[in-house]
């Protein structure tokens, strides 16, 4: 007689049935990852933040590229600029060795060129001024090595060390950069510098490659 295996049959046919419910499971869940519509709003997603950061980059490139082009025609002359400070040396010298009464006595043509060499000089500055060069006249100011070059020590004891008390030529930037330092005189043998002064860095942040 013939023996009828029907367990097996029934533990085949659960196994088979348990296959296709996980198989149709993992085609649900396979269907929820792949949704169009969600796919879709997760690509514009980084869509939108690629495009925010490339804006962000171009808009930083821009600010860059318009101070150096600022910075560049700004500090263009400053060869030329420190090349016309010789100029106007010359012409403020010449100057100073006209005295007061020399002045005074002098006939109109030699006043009219008096007046010629000022007018000369004023408008060299104001040339100059026009570029963004600017005078510095450090008398009576502390003493910094950032705007200033030290030529001697005057002993002095009613100001604070290191203090400008005579200026042999005058110093000059443009924009925030030295063109040419002053050459001046520091005091010595005065009260000593207040901590705070003593503390500080003056001139500390001023660019000197002009």
């Known amino acids: 007689m013939t023996e009828t295996r029907k367990p097996e049959t029934e533990t085949e046919e659960t196994a088979n049935a348990a296959d296709a419910r996980a198989s149709e499971a993992g085609a649900t869940e396979a269907g929820q990852e792949l949704d169009p519509i969600e796919a879709l709003q997760a690509e514009n997603a980084e869509l939108k933040d690629r495009m925010l950061r490339t804006m962000a980059e171009m808009e930083n490139l821009r600010r860059r590229t318009e101070k150096e082009l600022s910075e560049g025609r700004q500090y263009a002359v400053s060869s030329f600029a420190r090349d016309m400070l010789g100029v106007g040396d010359n012409l403020r010298r010449a100057l100073e060795t006209v005295s007061d009464e020399a002045r005074a006595a002098a006939n109109e ?102």
Request: hydrophobic letters at 35%.
């Open 109 to 210: 043509a030699l006043g009219a060129l008096i007046e010629g060499v000022e007018m000369t000089e004023r408008d060299l500055l104001n040339q100059l001024e026009k570029h963004g060069v600017k005078k510095v006249d450090p008398a009576g100011e502390k003493f910094d090595p950032n705007y200033h070059q030290a030529m001697f020590e005057v002993p002095n004891p009613d100001v604070p060390n290191n203090t400008v008390v005579q200026v042999m030529q005058a110093g000059y930037k443009i924009g925030e950069r030295v063109l040419r330092p002053a050459m001046v005189g520091v005091s010595k043998g005065g009260p000593k510098e207040r901590k705070s002064d003593a503390g500080a860095a003056p001139g500390a942040t001023v660019d000197k490659t002009a």
